[in-house]
Structure formats: C-alpha cells, structure tokens
C-alpha cells in the first residue's frame, strides 16, 4: 500500500484553497463578499487584509485595485518598502499565481534574511533624544513636508513597475535597493518620531529654563531640583524623569550647558513618558508614577504643584479610605505602600493600565520591530500636538494636516461618520481638551462602553511577524485552520 504523502500547508494556502473552491463550486457568489464575511472557517482566522490580498491572487487582481479595496475597508494598502508586499505588488502586477508568488519569495529567501536582520533605525541600547533627532533628520529633506520615506517608497513602486518578469530581475531588483527597504511602515514611525521630537524638545526647553532660575539663584541645578520653592517658581521638575539624569546631575557639578547635553544624549524614560499619556487620557497609572519615583530617588516636593495635586486626587479615587488626608500626607503613605503596589501590577500585568506593557510597545516602536496602528498612532500624536505650543504654523495637528498624515502613512482619513474620527475632530478643535475628554468618557461610560483609547496598542501588529506565520506551515498537517487571533 502506498503511503499518503504527508504535506504541510500554511494558513495562507488554506485560505486561497478556500477561495479557489468557492470560486468553482459557485461562481455566482462574490468572492470578495466571501473575504469580508469570512463565513469558512479558515477565511475567518485570517486577518482581512491578508483575505482581501488572497483574492487578488485568485482573481488576478492588479495591485492598485487591491490597494483601493484594502483602503475602502479600513486596511493599509500594499507597502512597497516591505519585501513580502513588494514581492505581493511584484506578482500581481505580472499576474503571478499564489503558487509563482511562494516559489519567488522561496527562491529570494538569503535576501530576506539580510533586510529582516538589518535595517535598524536605533541601537539595541537605550534611545536618547540625540536618536531621536538623528532618526527624524535622517528621514527628512530640509523644511520639506516631503520626507525621505515617502520618497523612498515611490522610488520603489516606481523600481517595480518598470522591473521585468521573472526570477532573476527580481533577485536584481532587491540586490541593489536592501537598504531601503524596512521591517516596519516607515512613513508611521516617521511621523510619530517627528512629534515625539517636537514634544520632547519643548520639555528639554522647559529643563533649560529650570536650570538657568537655579543658576541664577546661585544653586546648583541638582538641588533646585529639590527645592520647593525653585520648584514652585519655574515649573515641571518631573520633565526631568523623562530624561532620566536626575541621578546623575546629583553626581557631579556641571554647569547648565553640560546638564543640557546630558540631557540630549542620556537614555529616554519611556515609562516617564507613556505615565504622562496616560495621565493625560485616563488620569490613573499611579503605579507608574510610584515606580518612577521610587526609581529616581527625587522627594515629591521636588514635583511641580499642579502634578502633585493631580496626583493625590487619583489616590483620593483609586483608595477611598485614604481620602481625608492631607496631600502631603497622602503622598507619604504612597510611597510607603509602593512594594505592595508593585504586587498588584504583577499580578495585573496583562491588563491595559500595565504600565509596563505600553512601554515595550514605545521601545518596539522605536526600534522598528513592531507596526503603529492608526488609533496609536492618532491618539499620540494628539497627545503630543496639545501639550506642546511651539509646533511650527504649517506641522500644527487640524483636520487637514492630520489626513496628509493618514494619507503618507497609508491608513483611512478621517470620516464623520467613524465616532471615533469624529471625536478626534472635535478634539483637535476644542481650547479646553481635557473637558471634552471627560464629556466623552462619561457618555460612552453611561452607554456601557469603553472609552475610544482603552484597546491603544492591541491592534498594534508586526507585519512581517504577520506575514511569517501566515505563509509557515501548520505545526499539524491535517489542521484545516489555526486558532483565531494566533496572530
């Protein structure tokens, strides 16, 4: 008796064996109404991009007809800059089977490996200011709203069109342009960087100020620092965690333009800043805050008033039986209990208030190993845009320079009738932003549901982490689909 063969397939071959019997067995059916619905099962594990991508295989669907329906619904188009969807834009532009396109990608697999292995916008050590400036620099070209990722991605849409069928015209055509291509959407982590940068600059701006009263009340910047009235006189002595160098301005004298050169070149604080955030949003992470604190050794005196009061009337809420102390006082038993509050985050580390988990997905970012999504993306470059006044006149966040930014970045614009987009509308708009923030969260709180922002980073994804699991074989051959959301 002969035996069966044993053969592996992935999800991504499941899914066009799928279509394709769909395709013959009931030609009066729409495919594409097939991919949306996702009635099969192993159509329905499948993210849809990757199901309406599928179908352009099938039906031999041009790339840019493709594009215009993963756009039409809410998905980001093909990536020239990416090699699997070059490769994808590749062979549906030369009307490529499924089959052609995996023996193509096998067949470029040494390439592969070097773009994945490379290519990496920061260090594998921590990111400082100076990276950030670098990177932002790096990928822009002068005052120019035309940055060097867009460009580098029409340079290669233009490279794929003009490059001839075929194996080794795409081997050559990959050869000579490795470098540009990226494990992420560039044009994203491009325009996050860029408002990071604006943000972070205003807070070193605010530090220099700090330092230059200290100097000029004849006190070195180190203990200004902890000097309440300093610190009450010129502002946010917490602008300082993000940087993390209060430590290290208590080592040695310096003078104000070594500590502001310390400033740009020491390791950025990411929990610091995804603790501001969330402050800003949700008004709750007193875990992070205590950790920073504790961590930076700084007296809570040395924390601006206002932070300080916020602060305690988030105590006030999260622990009622605390609320009829002082606020120095409160503070005090913070501090006190902040072992036991570190239990509780690992207990809870897998919830979204984890401060934890927002700042591996700041570090991934950055890094360039993870892909924003468009609610991450948007809702931090609101946080950015509102809490910082000097962005130049033509970078400043209204509708229409948001959409540019959707548009370069390839995500849907904005519609009215999205409720979220129309509350980004709103909020870009308002003077009084926090006010509406509340209107908002306490509506959607009434209608039983979550506040826009509360799912911020879970649709966060790697695309070619996608990609590989997608086109891996199944760890059981005879498995006709995976476990939904495995991706």
Request: proline content about 4%; charged content about 30%.
């Amino acid at each position: 008796m002969t035996k069966k063969k044993n053969t592996r397939e992935s999800p991504l071959d499941l899914l066009c064996q799928e279509l394709l019997r769909a395709d013959t067995e009931a030609r009066d059916r729409s495919l594409l109404e097939l991919c949306l619905r996702g009635t099969p099962r192993s159509i329905m594990a499948v993210p849809l991009r990757y199901r309406l991508i599928a179908l352009g295989f099938v039906r031999r669907i041009p790339p840019e007809e493709v594009n215009r329906r993963l756009l039409d619904n809410g998905c980001q188009p093909l990536y020239a800059r990416s090699l699997w969807d070059a490769s994808v834009i590749y062979a549906l532009r030369n009307g490529f089977s499924y089959e052609e396109w995996k023996d193509l990608l096998s067949r470029c697999q040494d390439l592969q490996e070097k773009v994945l292995a490379g290519n990496r916008a920061f260090s594998s050590g921590p990111v400082s200011l100076a990276d950030v400036r670098r990177y932002v620099d790096g990928n822009s070209l002068g005052q120019s709203d035309r940055a060097v990722t867009l460009h580098l991605t029409k340079e290669l849409e233009q490279k794929l069109a003009t490059t001839a069928p075929g194996l080794t015209p795409f081997r050559e055509f990959l050869s000579s342009n490795l470098t540009s291509f990226s494990t992420v959407r560039e044009k994203t982590r491009y325009y996050f960087c860029k408002y990071l940068l604006y943000w972070l600059d205003a807070r070193k701006e605010s530090c220099a100020a700090f330092l230059q009263k200290a100097a000029a009340e004849g006190r070195r910047g180190d203990s200004a620092l902890l000097h309440p009235e300093i610190g009450e006189a010129s502002g946010q002595a917490e602008d300082f965690h993000i940087f993390r160098v209060l430590s290290l301005l208590q080592r040695k004298k310096r003078s104000p333009e070594e500590m502001l050169s310390l400033i740009e070149t020491s390791a950025l604080s990411l929990r610091t800043i995804y603790a501001l955030f969330s402050v800003y949003y949700f008004d709750y992470p007193i875990h992070d805050w205590l950790q920073i604190l504790a961590e930076s050794d700084v007296s809570l005196q040395a924390l601006s008033p206002a932070f300080r009061e916020v602060m305690a009337a988030a105590v006030r809420r999260h622990f009622p039986d605390q609320s009829r102390q002082s606020e120095q006082d409160l503070l005090a038993w913070l501090q006190r209990t902040i072992k036991q509050l570190e239990t509780d985050r690992e207990k809870d580390r897998d919830t979204y208030q984890s401060g934890r988990r927002g700042e591996n997905y700041l570090r991934r970012i950055l890094k360039g190993s993870l892909d924003l999504d468009r609610t991450t993306m948007i809702s931090f470059l609101l946080y950015f845009a509102k809490t910082t006044p000097d962005i130049p006149p033509s970078h400043r966040l209204d509708r229409i320079r948001l959409n540019e930014i959707l548009a370069e970045s390839g995500f849907p614009l904005l519609e009215d009738n999205r409720a979220f987009d129309h509350f980004v509308c709103r909020f870009m708009e308002t003077d009084d932003p926090r006010e509406l923030l509340f209107e908002e969260a306490e509506k959607l709180s009434l209608e039983g549901r979550n506040f826009y922002l509360y799912k911020t980073w879970l649709a966060a994804r790697s695309a070619e982490a996608q990609w590989q699991k997608l086109t891996a074989p199944l760890s059981n051959p005879g498995q006709r689909a995976y476990r939904r959301g495995s991706l």
